[in-house]
């Protein structure tokens, strides 16, 4: 499985981003795409996860109520909407996956994409 992170940019605080994963190898009905922000410094936290067929979200608490995540199935692609950016979730954003929906630790990702950079000026 690949994964393509993009939709990273510089925005002022109070702003929104959108942030896509596109996926793409075989058997990706199988697999929950997960978003981590990695902070400078920091270990890479968990954002939100979905199926990439869709289905239950689950958010972490750092977001919870800021961010919206969806999945087009067709185009095997996760978005990550954040609103009310704030300066503290300046960070390189990752996608990821596995095959678990109760796996909210970095460790437990079996493929990587190569995160997209958020940068939120106060």
């Known amino acids: 499985v690949q994964l393509q992170a993009s939709g990273g940019g510089l925005v002022q605080a109070g702003g929104s981003l959108r942030l896509s994963c596109a996926a793409s190898?075989?058997?990706?009905?199988?697999?929950?795409i997960y978003w981590f922000r990695q902070a400078p410094g920091q270990e890479r936290d968990f954002v939100a996860r979905?199926?990439?067929?869709?289905?239950?979200?689950r958010f972490g608490e750092t977001m919870k109520g800021r961010a919206t995540i969806s999945s087009d199935s067709a185009k095997s692609t996760v978005y990550l909407q954040i609103d009310s950016l704030k300066p503290e979730d300046t960070g390189v954003y990752y996608c990821?996956?596995?095959?678990?929906?109760?796996?909210?630790?970095?460790?437990?990702?079996?493929?990587w994409g190569q995160g997209t950079q958020v940068t939120v000026s106060s």
């Open positions: 190898g075989r058997a990706l009905d199988n697999y929950v």
């Open positions: 979905i199926p990439l067929i869709g289905g239950s979200t």
């Open positions: 990821a996956t596995t095959r678990s929906l109760v796996a909210p630790m970095a460790s437990q990702m079996d493929y």
